[in-house]
């Protein structure tokens, strides 16, 4: 097999790490001192260093993910849904916190509440990034009650100059201009991905490998790996790329996916390996096998909401997570509706082992496409008609 098939084999056994050993470095700061774009632009360039990690939003955890700074801004207007209807959330992300597989970035937000602020009991480390002193002393107290060792405090200042001025024993500096739509730069920003970097390397050797190796399915597909060896860039994939994704891995195989990739991509391989599994590894749960879904009318108080719009040749079902977060162990509960239209979008905000198990779930479709919100519109993750190939994109009936 290729080589970013890894072979799992159960002799000799690979011992796991201890997850509350990885470290967890949260980003704390007022609203709009720029956490969320710091936290982008961290998470991007450790990205470009191959530096396992996670970037964790959790204000509450709503799955925006990178889209929420990278698409356009009516596309972010029209997604993004803040608040909940409950805090049901909270120890379901403190424990995934706690037994994380990755080291992690988390983004609290600007204000936690007293019960938002237990989260930061399961982090390791603190970056400060504030715009006054009134803000600062209030992120360091709550940072000190929590026992947060600081990397770095940093100065928030939008029309200001970036500057370093001290890199021991904590890392201090300017970040300026830290706007929606722009990104990190300047010494301290340099300074403080370095830092980072060497952190959480030092935290995770072999910890990749050993990842690969409890993976559930013979066929563990490294997506990094299998980017490269289609040419294309694991940081940035791209729609069109699909159709040599899928001429490339075997069909109707079990197969194990690892590593960071777009909804779309999880979720037509998701349907290309079905009935056969389909595993992936989950940042804050390791590997778990793509639920299958049940069908039926959803009624409250489900914890996903469907609502369905009808177009002459397709319909698209709008999902809806009222309390932003989806516990896996609900998945067996979740009823979704048959929709007897020739193509199928499918539009919301959802982790990617819902994205796969949707894309299973709705095979009897002649076409079925997934919302990716940095296009705009959908990509195609599976079809049977040559007038819709894979790959392709096509809008959203609701931005019609």
Not at 173 to 200: K, N, P
Not at 230 to 251: R, T
Not at 304 to 317: E, F
Not at 353 to 379: D, K
Request: charge should be neutral; glycine fraction near 6%; proline fraction near 12%.
């Amino acid at each position: 097999m290729a080589s970013f098939h890894h072979k799992y084999t159960k002799d000799p056994p690979i011992g796991q790490p201890n997850f509350r050993t990885l470290p967890a470095v949260v980003i704390g700061g007022p609203p709009h001192s720029g956490k969320s774009v710091l936290a982008y632009s961290l998470t991007l360039a450790l990205r470009q260093r191959e530096t396992p990690h996670y970037l964790l939003r959790a204000y509450p955890p709503d799955y925006e993910g990178d889209w929420f700074l990278a698409a356009e801004p009516e596309t972010v207007r029209h997604l993004r849904c803040k608040g909940t209807q409950s805090e049901a959330w909270l120890p379901l992300l403190q424990r995934d916190i706690a037994a994380r597989r990755l080291p992690l970035l988390v983004d609290v937000g600007g204000l936690p509440t007293p019960e938002q602020e237990a989260l930061l009991t399961a982090c390791t480390h603190g970056i400060l990034l504030t715009p006054d002193p009134a803000s600062h002393a209030e992120w360091a107290a709550r940072f000190a009650q929590h026992g947060l060792p600081l990397l770095a405090d940093l100065r928030s200042d939008l029309h200001g100059v970036n500057a370093l001025t001290a890199q021991a024993p904590v890392l201090q500096g300017t970040l300026a201009g830290l706007e929606r739509g722009a990104q990190a730069q300047g010494a301290a920003f340099t300074a403080l991905v370095e830092r980072l970097a060497q952190l959480f390397t030092t935290a995770t050797p072999g910890l990749v490998r050993q990842h690969l190796a409890a993976a559930p399915a013979e066929l563990a597909v490294d997506l990094a790996a299998l980017a490269r060896q289609l040419g294309q860039d694991p940081h940035q994939w791209l729609p069109e790329a699909l159709p040599a994704v899928l001429d490339y891995l075997p069909e109707q195989v079990p197969l194990a996916l690892y590593g960071r990739g777009p909804n779309w991509l999880y979720a037509a391989i998701a349907a290309y390996t079905w009935p056969a599994p389909c595993y992936l590894f989950d940042v804050r749960l390791g590997w778990i096998e793509t639920p299958r879904l049940s069908w039926g009318t959803p009624t409250p108080p489900t914890p996903l909401q469907v609502t369905l719009q009808h177009a002459p040749t397709c319909a698209q079902l709008d999902f809806r997570l009222p309390d932003t977060y989806l516990d896996l162990a609900e998945a067996p509960h979740l009823r979704l509706p048959p929709v007897p239209a020739p193509g199928l979008l499918l539009n919301g905000k959802l982790p990617h082992w819902l994205w796969a198990a949707l894309a299973r779930h709705y095979q009897p479709s002649q076409w079925l496409a997934v919302a990716h919100p940095p296009l705009a519109g959908a990509v195609i993750v599976r079809s049977h008609t040559a007038s819709q190939p894979v790959g392709s994109a096509v809008p959203l009936l609701s931005a019609l």
